[in-house]
C-alpha cells in the first residue's frame, strides 16, 4: 500500500472518528461539511459539523429516524437511505460497509426481523463504541458490529444476503477491491443495495477534486461508467445506478443496485 494510500486512508478514519466523538460530546454532528459550532460552549468535540441537506438524517423518514436512538440519529453520515431501496426480507443476513453510528443497521435489523441479522462493518474504535452503544439503546438482539476495512471483510464466503452501503465506497482507496469482497460474501442470487457518489461521465478526477475533498465525499467518487464497470468485473450482473438528487455540479446522490448471479462460482 502506498504512502499517499496510507494517508488518505488516515484522514478518512481521523474525520469520522471526530464525527462520533462530536455525537458522544453532545456537539452537532452531520456528514462530509465542516462547520463551527453554535452552543456557546466552544467545539467539544475534535471538530464540529452542521446539517447539510445532501447528506445524514434529513434523508431518512421521520418514522425511521424516531424509532432509533437520537445518537444513532446524529451520526448519520450518508448520502441516502439504502434500507429503503434494497428491499430488506424477513430472515435475511445484511451488512452494511462502512456502518458508522449503526442507523442503517439498527433500520436493516427492524426490517429482517429475529430471524434475520444485520451486520455492520466499520475500521474507526470510535464509531463502533457508538454503534454498539446505539444498538444496546435501541434493545437490538440481531445485530453484530464488525472492526475491519472494506477492502477485506472479515466474514466468510456466501454468508450474506444483502449487502448495504451509504456514501462509503466514495471513500475507499481500493475500489475493486471493495467490489471483489462484496461480491465474494454474498450468497449466489444475493444483491446490492447502496447509496453512494457518482460523478457526471464527462468529470475528470481533477474535477472532482475541484468540487470538494476526499473526506467531502466527492474527489473520491467513481463517474457512472466507472462504478457499473467496477461492479462488471467483480462479477456482478442486473447493475443499476439511477441519480437521486445533486450533492455538487455534476456529482449526484445515487443508488446503486446489482446481483450476484446464481451461476456464480
Known amino acids: ?16 472518528a471526530a464525527a462520533a466523538t462530536a455525537v ?51 451520526a448519520s453520515l450518508g448520502c441516502g437511505n439504502p434500507t429503503a431501496v434494497a428491499e430488506l426480507r424477513a430472515g435475511e443476513r445484511v451488512l452494511d460497509l462502512g456502518s458508522g453510528g449503526g442507523i442503517d443497521v439498527l433500520l436493516s435489523a427492524r426490517r429482517v426481523g429475529p430471524t434475520g441479522r444485520a451486520y455492520g462493518l466499520d475500521m474507526t474504535e470510535e464509531m463502533l463504541a457508538l454503534a454498539r452503544a446505539n444498538a444496546a439503546k435501541a434493545g437490538a438482539a440481531n445485530v453484530e458490529f464488525l ?22 465506497i466514495n471513500l475507499s ?13 454474498l450468497v449466489a442470487g444475493g444483491r446490492i443495495g447502496i447509496s453512494d457518489v457518482v460523478a457526471d461521465d464527462t468529470l475528470t478526477f481533477d474535477q472532482r477534486a475541484e468540487r470538494g475533498s476526499y473526506v467531502e465525499c ?4 467513481l463517474s457512472f461508467t466507472e462504478y457499473r464497470d467496477g461492479l462488471a468485473a ?32
Open 1 to 16: 500500500m502506498s504512502e499517499q494510500t496510507i494517508d488518505l486512508r488516515e484522514t478518512v478514519r481521523a474525520r469520522y
Open 24 to 74: 458522544t460530546t453532545s456537539a452537532d454532528a452531520s456528514c462530509c461539511a465542516p462547520g463551527t459550532d453554535t452552543s456557546g460552549e466552544g467545539c467539544r468535540g475534535p471538530q464540529a459539523v452542521e446539517v447539510d441537506e445532501n447528506f445524514g438524517a434529513a434523508l431518512y423518514a421521520n418514522t425511521d429516524r424516531d424509532a432509533l436512538p437520537a445518537e444513532a440519529v446524529a
Open 147 to 168: 472492526k475491519g476495512t472494506i477492502e477485506a471483510i472479515p466474514l466468510p464466503a456466501d454468508s450474506i444476503d444483502v449487502v448495504i452501503s451509504n456514501c462509503v
Open 173 to 185: 482507496v481500493d475500489k475493486p477491491a471493495v467490489f471483489a469482497e462484496t461480491h465474494r460474501v
Open 218 to 221: 466527492i474527489a473520491g467518487a
Open 234 to 265: 467483480a462479477g456482478f450482473t442486473d447493475i443499476e445506478i439511477t441519480p437521486t438528487h445533486q450533492v455538487a455540479d455534476g456529482l449526484h446522490s445515487a443508488i446503486v443496485r446489482a446481483v450476484k448471479s446464481h451461476n456464480a462460482a
